[in-house]
């Protein structure tokens, strides 16, 4: 089983920054790939950003150029730096992996609230 926990959500102002950590812990072998969705109010669930392995990167068009994913596979750590924030982009964000799709196993979530 896999344990995803994450932190640094809160409150911020419109083109401010905020960082997301999720540690991952447990039978890490089979994630290869880890991402962060997010749900914002009245609006279906979506992958904003995914690594892979080979540290290769996706982000949602929404977000590119404002947000970076990284991971730390020796801590089993994965952020998302969000710069440049904007009021669309508040939603509970949930750290997600999976072996091809970051889909499989999900944090709790945090909350990310934009204020214009």
């Known amino acids: 089983q896999v344990q995803l926990v994450e932190s640094g959500g809160g409150l911020v102002q419109a083109g401010g920054s905020l960082r997301l950590t999720c540690a991952a812990s447990g039978s890490m072998s089979s994630i290869h790939v880890m991402g962060w969705h997010r749900q914002a109010p009245g609006k279906q669930r979506e992958l904003v950003a995914r690594?892979?392995?080979?540290?290769?990167?996706y982000y949602a068009d929404s977000v590119k150029g404002r947000f970076a994913i990284s991971r730390d596979t020796a801590k089993n750590t994965v952020f998302l730096q969000m710069n440049s924030l904007k009021p669309e982009d508040t939603g509970l964000y949930y750290c997600?992996?999976?072996?091809?799709?970051?889909?499989?196993?999900w944090g709790q979530g945090t909350q990310v609230t934009v204020s214009s």
């Open positions: 690594i892979g392995g080979g540290r290769n990167t």
């Open positions: 997600t992996g999976g072996t091809f799709y970051p889909d499989r196993y």
